[in-house]
Antibody, heavy 117, light 107 residues
Framework: EEQLVESGGGLVQPGGSLRLSCAAS????????MTWVRQAPGKGLEWVAS????????YYVDSVKGRFTISRDNAKNSLFLQMNNLRADDTAVYYCATDPGRGYDPWGQGTLVTVSS | DIQMTQSPSTLSASVGDRVTITCRASQSISSWLAWYQQKSGKAPKLLIY???NLESGVPSRFSGSESGTEFTLTISSLQPDDFATYYCQQYNSYPRTFGQGTKVEIK
C-alpha cells in the first residue's frame, strides 16, 4: 500500500525554524516528483513547493522563496521541508503528496505547524 | 500566475440531487486540471485528473468535463458520503494553484 507519513510539526516562535519530514513506503519513491501543500486553519489548499525525482528541479510559491527549502533523500525514501524565518501566516497543516503527473496522489495525513509567541 | 476561480463557495443539496461545481482558469491550462474531495480533518483525495479522467476506485457518479477554460465537476446523484469540500487544481504550470473550494452541505 502506498503511504506517506509526515512528522516534525509543532509550535515555534516567529522567526524560528522547523524541518518537516515525509516518509514514503509502498511505491518507488525515486520515480516521482514530490510536493508539499499546506492548509491554514479553516482555509483552502495552497501549493508550497515541488521537487523533481533526482532533486535537480525545485519550485516554490513566492511567499516562501528564500525561507523554505525542499529536499529529498531517495536512498531513505524521504522528503523534507526546511522552514526558516517562520511567520504567523505560515501556520497550517502541511501535507506531503506524490505527483505522478495526474494530480496529487497519495497524500500524507498532514502535520500541524503553529507559529506563535 | 494562473488564477483558478471556483463557484459556488457553498452549495446546499439533498441526497439524490445532481450537483455541479465550476472552476474557471484565468488562462489556458489545456486539460491539466484535477479535482479533489476533502472531508473535515482529513487529507484531500484525488477524484478526477486531466479534466475528465476518473481516478481508480472513485464512484462513477463523479464526472468531469471542460469547455475552454471552464471546468465542471458533476455528482450525478449525491450520496451521504459526498458531503465534503471540493477543490480544483491546475497542474499546467508553476506555481500550481487551487480553487478556493466548494463546500457541499446537507440541505
Amino acid at each position: 500500500e502506498e503511504q506517506l507519513v509526515e512528522s516534525g510539526g509543532g509550535l515555534v516562535q516567529p522567526g524560528g525554524s522547523l524541518r518537516l519530514s515525509c516518509a514514503a513506503s509502498g511505491f518507488t519513491f525515486s520515480s516521482y516528483w514530490m510536493t508539499w501543500v499546506r492548509q491554514a486553519p479553516g482555509k483552502g489548499l495552497e501549493w508550497v513547493a515541488s521537487i523533481k525525482q533526482d532533486g535537480s528541479g525545485k519550485y516554490y510559491v513566492d511567499s516562501v522563496k528564500g525561507r523554505f527549502t525542499i529536499s529529498r533523500d531517495n536512498a531513505k525514501n524521504s522528503l523534507f521541508l526546511q522552514m526558516n524565518n517562520l511567520r504567523a501566516d505560515d501556520t497550517a497543516v502541511y501535507y506531503c503528496a506524490t505527483d505522478p503527473g495526474r494530480g496529487y496522489d497519495p497524500w500524507g495525513q498532514g502535520t500541524l505547524v503553529t507559529v506563535s509567541s | 500566475d494562473i488564477q483558478m476561480t471556483q463557484s459556488p463557495s457553498t452549495l446546499s443539496a439533498s441526497v439524490g440531487d445532481r450537483v455541479t461545481i465550476t472552476c474557471r482558469a484565468s488562462q489556458s491550462i489545456s486539460s491539466w486540471l484535477a479535482w479533489y474531495q476533502q472531508k473535515s480533518g482529513k487529507a484531500p483525495k484525488l477524484l478526477i485528473y486531466k479534466a475528465s479522467n476518473l481516478e481508480s476506485g472513485v464512484p462513477s457518479r463523479f464526472s468531469g468535463s471542460e469547455s475552454g477554460t471552464e471546468f465542471t465537476l458533476t455528482i450525478s446523484s449525491l450520496q451521504p458520503d459526498d458531503f465534503a469540500t471540493y477543490y480544483c487544481q491546475q497542474y499546467n504550470s508553476y506555481p500550481r494553484t487551487f480553487g478556493q473550494g466548494t463546500k457541499v452541505e446537507i440541505k
